[in-house]
């Protein structure tokens, strides 16, 4: 197989690319690659949405009320009672670590060798 020479290559490849003109670089006959200018002009989503600083905390003069909008109290009382839930599953969820399961084992084999005495047995009803 013939080794590609880059020198080469790159001749062949800006050979095959158009030459630039005058003509071709001029923005009206060249065709936009962009939809932005036909997005910006039905949305409002690129306008500034910067709030001038008031100096009041919150934007809230003293001595007026608060006006809640309407999905606040909907993300409070999700938020908190998500966070509820997750802390109680969390509490009771069940052991299942490696240390816990090695101890049990090793309590389980010790009982079944006579090493332990079985805790289940009351000391009065032993039958030795």
């Known amino acids: 197989m ?14 095959s ?7 071709t670089t001029h923005s009206a006959i060249r065709r936009s690659i962009s939809t932005s200018q036909s997005l910006r002009s039905g949305s409002h989503a ?9 100096g009041w905390l919150f934007g809230v003069r003293p001595g007026e009320k608060y006006q809640n909008e309407g999905w606040e109290k909907v993300w409070v009382y999700g938020f908190f009672g998500s966070l509820a839930l997750g802390v ?5 969820k069940p052991d299942t670590s490696i240390q816990t399961w090695a101890l049990e084992e090793a309590r389980r084999r010790l009982e079944a060798e006579g090493i332990l005495p079985d805790p289940d047995l009351k000391k009065g009803n032993d039958a030795n």
């Open 2 to 15: 013939p080794l590609i020479q880059p020198a080469r290559c790159a001749q062949r490849v800006t050979a």
């Open 17 to 23: 690319l158009p030459s630039r003109t005058p003509a």
């Open 46 to 54: 690129h306008e500034d949405h910067y709030d001038p600083p008031s």
């Open 88 to 92: 109680v599953g969390y509490a009771f």
